[in-house]
């Protein structure tokens, strides 16, 4: 039998045309991780199953996506890779479509895992507020907000939320999943330039989203910085059990995961334990979810 490599992927892609990154039981749908796993599978010749660090939404981009499969190492000797990972970048990129990018292969340290052993993801939210929209090479990954915002207004907003809290009035119920994360940082910029006036982005850190998390705190501090809520409604919701329809939902087309961060790889293996003893802990008391 031969031996198992870990092998870690760092890609990215626009997650414009795609039904969210996860393979769904509808053939039908376009997913991220069903267009890679058809294409490693062709290319080794065995079955590919990726385990990803963050599973972003429908329509949501990734830049610094890190993911990870299990082969056989006589697979990577297969259709010109002979035996050197790296080589799949080239492979890959002829059978995968425009919008996913493969930007490294390796094989992966002991105890690595993309999903459990990461220690935070980073997102960017990228919006516009000028009425003549986005610029075109821009528009896919760049929200459009028609009425103007109070920088400072959102700024405050969002520092109010950093810690680690219940989250559950910002994201989408699911059965028996947690919504106590850690939020780390949370900042606005404004990040316009002479021909892209009006265009400000949200850059946010944790250690692990639940779902619909991250565009629900863009909302909630939007709504804040047009107006439409007092500044301190998305603070005072912390805590809350139940989704709150006081908290709009950013558009997905604005929202990238740009970095996971990882540990040392010394301590990759029990960062991996660690998680999946908080996890199975939550599965214990009904509310477990993996992490985004």
């Known amino acids: 039998m031969s031996t198992m490599l870990r092998l870690r992927l760092d890609l ?5 045309d795609f039904h969210g990154w996860a393979a769904q039981k509808d053939p039908g749908l376009r997913t991220v991780q069903g267009e890679i796993e058809r294409a490693l599978t062709l290319i080794l010749r065995t079955e590919a199953a990726l385990t990803v660090a963050g599973r972003t939404d429908a329509g949501v981009h990734a830049s610094g996506q890190v ?3 299990d082969v056989p190492e006589s697979a990577l000797w297969q259709r010109s890779v002979d035996g050197d990972p790296s080589r799949l970048v080239r492979r890959l990129g002829r059978f995968l479509p425009e919008d996913i990018a493969i930007r490294d292969i390796t094989v992966a340290p002991d105890g690595f895992d993309a999903r459990f052993s990461a220690l935070r993801r980073h997102y960017v939210y990228r919006l516009t507020t000028h009425p003549s929209g986005a610029l075109p090479v821009r528009a896919r990954d760049t929200a459009v907000w028609r009425r103007p915002v109070d920088l400072d207004a959102m700024a405050r907003t969002a520092a109010a939320l950093l810690g680690l809290h219940d989250f ?3 994201c989408k119920a699911k059965p028996n999943a947690t919504t106590i994360r850690d939020l780390e940082s949370f900042t606005w910029r404004d990040a ?7 265009v ?7 250690d692990a989203f639940c779902w619909s998390m991250v565009r629900s705190l863009v909302g909630a501090c939007l709504a804040v910085g047009e107006g439409r809520r007092d500044d301190s409604l998305p603070a005072r919701l912390l805590g809350e059990t139940t989704r709150s329809s006081d908290i709009p939902v950013a558009p ?3 929202l990238t995961l740009t970095r996971v961060d990882y540990p040392s790889a010394a301590e990759l293996a029990d960062r991996a334990t660690a998680t999946r003893a908080r996890r199975e802990a939550n599965v214990a008391d009904g509310s477990a979810e993996a992490p985004r």
Not at 12 to 16: P, R
């Open 252 to 254: 997905a087309k604005g």
């Open 168 to 170: 559950a009035a910002f």
């Open 12 to 16: 990215a892609y626009d997650g414009t």
């Open 200 to 206: 400000y982005e949200a850059h946010v850190v944790a």
């Open 192 to 198: 316009s330039t002479a021909t892209e006036p009006e």
């Open 67 to 69: 993911a990870h499969v």
